[in-house]
């Protein structure tokens, strides 16, 4: 019985197939550590539930739930070699559990995968252009706005012309900065208040006075995202889909090519990708973070990170955001 037990097991290993070594599977354990979300999600919950405050939080439920529940599904599956549909077998009562595992996975796999999509599309303008200027460098004017600017807050005091000065005055985002400092504004220009306009105040004033406010202008990145690549301006919102993105469709097909070749053997072939994908997103990361220390305004970023904003926590998304990023 018990050699007829073993050929049994022997035969479903070679049919389910298994690790070459073990080296793959504690690569595949480390890949599960990086991915799109820390470049794409994590600093964007840290920066809106506080910043350095966010991390305590979500330290403690990763130790309580997250760490746990993921050795126990991982041990469950390697001792029983099964999948997690079957393994729940042994308890019926679990069933649903398995089933909610498969589903949950085939939906962020799903949208997951359109990330990807436009990080495919990125790479192939990017290899495109290797010799000329990247299209969302500058405003083209096949997709850009009047908005469009090569610096999204223009500096009033680099601006020597004075129709110049008051043409971007009048593209402030916030009125209530402006009618605020009018009556000032006025009065030291020597005109009446209720009747002072943008056009009678002289440049000087207003480049002094307008620092502070916040101008509805655009980069060519952010306009050739939303008006290029996801064309959204032809969308006036769920009811309007609009047509069918062909360079986009290109490129989540690719992207569902390359997960199926990942994937057609079982883990033998994905544990051969897995000495790429395991080290390659490290490497990326750091190149990121040499990247991010050299850009103009890091030290904010950093002092943003290392400040805490605890009332942040009393904000119950957080807990929400904790739990959908420990998932």
């Known amino acids: 019985e018990a050699e007829k037990a073993d050929v049994y097991n022997d035969q479903?290993?070679?049919e389910r197939g298994?690790?070459?070594g073990r080296l793959d599977f504690i690569l595949s354990c480390i890949g599960y550590a990086v991915g799109l979300g820390n470049v794409w999600r994590f600093p964007y919950l840290c920066f809106r539930n506080g910043g350095g405050a966010f991390l305590i939080p979500y330290a403690i439920m990763l130790f309580i739930a997250g760490i746990p529940l993921f050795f126990f599904e991982l041990s469950f599956g390697q001792f029983a070699?099964?999948?997690?549909?079957t393994v729940w077998a042994a308890n019926p009562m679990f069933?649903?559990?398995?089933?909610?595992m498969v589903m949950i996975s085939a939906m962020v796999s799903a949208y997951y995968n359109v990330i990807i999509m436009y990080a495919i599309y990125y790479m192939m303008v990017s290899f495109v252009n290797l010799d000329t200027k990247l299209p969302w460098a500058e405003c083209d004017p096949e997709w850009a706005t009047n908005l469009c600017r090569q610096e999204a807050y223009?500096?009033?005091?680099?601006?020597?012309?004075?129709?110049?000065?008051?043409k971007e005055a009048f593209r402030l985002k916030d009125t209530m900065c402006l009618e605020k400092l009018l009556p000032n504004i006025s009065e030291a220009a020597g005109a009446m208040p209720?009747?002072?306009?943008?056009?009678?105040?002289?440049s000087n004033l207003l480049v002094h006075n307008t620092s502070s406010c916040d101008l509805d202008l655009k980069v060519p990145s952010d306009e050739y995202w939303t008006r290029f690549v996801l064309r959204l301006h032809e969308s006036d919102g769920f009811d309007a889909i609009g047509g069918l993105s062909l360079k986009l469709t290109i490129c989540l097909f690719l992207a569902w090519i390359i997960i199926f070749f990942c994937l057609m053997k079982g883990v033998k072939s994905s544990g051969k990708v897995v000495y790429?994908?395991?080290?390659?997103?490290?490497l990326i990361l750091i190149a990121l973070l040499i990247r991010g220390l050299t850009l103009e305004g890091h030290e904010k970023g950093v002092e943003f990170y290392m400040t805490a904003d605890w009332d942040k926590l009393k904000d119950p998304k957080v807990t929400h955001d904790i739990n959908l990023r420990t998932h």
């Open 12 to 14: 479903e290993i070679i």
């Open 18 to 20: 298994n690790w070459t």
């Open 81 to 85: 070699s099964q999948g997690p549909i």
């Open 95 to 100: 069933m649903g559990v398995g089933w909610a």
């Open 154 to 166: 223009p500096n009033f005091a680099s601006m020597t012309n004075d129709s110049e000065i008051k």
């Open 194 to 202: 209720a009747y002072a306009t943008i056009m009678d105040i002289p």
């Open 276 to 282: 790429f994908t395991a080290t390659f997103p490290y």
